[in-house]
Antibody, heavy 127, light 108 residues
């Protein structure tokens, strides 16, 4: 069973860069087809997909964050990372890392799933 | 549009059946996945694909889809099912994922 664990500072100053790492155990980030994903949740709000890095290294980002966002793989450490620049109070949230399974194609549609999640890392942006 | 729409809240009497729906254009070609989230916990996958339950998820949880609407049904709701439920889908044209706004389920 794959396990994920976020790490990084819990407090970031406004205008600086938020950096988080997700350590993967029980499986390899090089496993074919998986999307290594970041999701955040503002206090009392719903889930927001931030973006992901495909096992090949290709990235996909939420358009609302793309200009400030970078997600990357570290194959040697079996980790993936998030960098979000120029943060404001609006970036205060719990940040989750997750594994999205490969895409499966059935006769009636395509599907995947976020089948493993980290416990979440609360990041507060202070002024 | 890649948006997914869910009702903010729904309630069900203990032991009864409840359906939580999710609407969006991407659901015409992509099956929703569903996540249960309890307070101060990470989300947990409960349904994905046509109607697939991960190991450990009770069989009272089921999923269905028609047109642009996906549904999560809980048959015989239990007190422990009280939680927030989120649907997720993907726009396969650009690989953008999106979550619905979430539905808060109250078991009375």
């Amino acid at each position: 069973q794959v396990q994920l664990q976020e790490s990084g500072p819990g407090l970031v100053k406004s205008s600086q860069t938020l950096s988080l790492t997700c350590s993967v155990s029980g499986g390899s980030i090089n496993s074919g087809g998986n999307f290594w994903t970041w999701v955040r949740q503002h206090p009392g709000k719903g889930l927001e997909w931030i973006g992901c890095v495909y096992y090949s290294g290709i990235t996909y980002y939420n358009p609302s964050l793309e200009s400030r966002l970078s997600i990357s793989l570290d194959r040697f450490k079996n980790q993936f990372s998030l960098r979000l620049s120029s943060v404001t109070a609006a970036d205060t949230a719990v940040y989750y890392c997750a594994r999205e399974s490969p895409l499966y194609y059935s006769g009636s549609g395509t599907y995947s799933s976020f089948d493993s999640w980290g416990r979440g890392n609360l990041v507060t942006v202070s002024s | 549009s890649s948006e997914l729409t869910q009702a903010p809240a729904v309630s069900v009497a203990l032991g009864q059946t409840v359906r939580i729906t999710c609407q969006g254009d991407s659901l015409r070609s992509y099956y929703a996945s569903w996540y249960q989230q309890k307070p101060r916990q990470a989300p947990v996958l409960v349904i994905y694909g046509k109607n697939i339950r991960p190991s450990g998820i009770p069989d009272r949880f089921s999923g269905s889809s028609s047109g642009n609407t996906a549904s999560l049904t809980i048959t015989g709701a239990q007190a422990e099912d009280e939680a927030d439920y989120y649907c997720n889908s993907r726009d396969i044209s650009n690989n953008q994922c999106v979550f619905g706004g979430g539905t808060k389920l109250t078991v009375l």
